[in-house]
């Protein structure tokens, strides 16, 4: 059974501040790895995704991945009320296939 | 530039009947991946389809559900007497190649009576 967990909040962090979402996984197969970002009622939207161990940035987003450890993250800096989300791993499994964790829900206080 | 477009947004049907559920993908994609979330629950994949095939079935249930991706027209995700427990959100995804990030529709909300 293939896992993804995901710490499930609500994480709250002031606008302003450095938002940090964890995430880990069973299938050490996975090769790729997927952030999406999930307003409520609303379809997921990719974030970020990264391939390598270490560190990739995006604008205000910076995602980490530590194979070794089966670890990813996902660093929001200069955090916005905008950003107040869920915030969903998917690790990919195999070619195509993603396993989802069930999110993380960020409130970002004004 | 249009996205991934699935119809209908919402769908209310009775116990017994059938759901049909559509999805276009992006222009250029013709990699079509569907996904089921239910109710706090994570997205769950279901069905993997290139243009007339099936690639990869096994998140599907064996018996009701059935999915298809013809040369022409959109896929199509049908549920056969339907029940309770097949209330959800499903989602639609596409890529270019199946190593490309999937992007996804705004889903469908299934609701059974």
């Known amino acids: 059974q293939k896992e993804v967990e995901q710490n499930s909040g609500p994480l709250s962090v002031p606008e302003g501040a450095i938002a940090s979402l964890n995430c880990t996984y069973s299938d050490r197969g996975s090769q790729s790895f997927f952030w999406y970002r999930q307003y409520s009622g609303k379809s997921p939207e990719l974030i970020m995704f990264?391939?390598?161990?270490g560190d990739k940035e995006d604008g205000r987003f910076t995602a980490q991945l530590n194979k070794a450890s089966q670890y990813v993250s996902l660093l929001i800096r200069d955090s916005q009320p905008s950003d107040s989300a869920t915030y969903l791993c998917?690790?990919?499994?195999?070619?195509?296939?993603?396993?989802f964790g069930k999110g993380t829900k960020l409130s970002v206080i004004p | 530039n249009a996205g991934v477009m699935q119809n209908p947004r919402h769908l209310v049907r009775r116990r017994g009947q059938e759901a049909r559920l559509r999805c276009s993908p992006m222009?250029?994609?013709?990699?079509v991946y569907w996904y089921r979330q239910l109710p706090e629950e994570g997205l769950k994949f279901m069905v993997y389809?290139?243009?007339?095939?099936?690639?990869?079935e096994s998140g599907m249930p064996k018996e009701r559900f059935s999915a298809e991706f013809p040369k022409e027209g959109p896929s199509i995700l049908r549920i056969q007497q339907v029940v309770r427990g097949d209330s959800a959100a499903y989602f639609c995804?596409?890529?270019?190649?199946?190593?490309?990030?999937?992007?996804f529709g705004d889903g469908t909300r299934l609701s059974i009576l």
């Open positions: 990264i391939y390598s161990n």
């Open positions: 222009k250029g994609h013709s990699h």
């Open positions: 998917a690790p990919k499994t195999g070619s195509y296939q993603l396993t």
């Open positions: 995804a596409s890529s270019p190649t199946d190593t490309q990030p999937q992007h």
């Open positions: 389809l290139q243009k007339e095939n099936i690639i990869d």
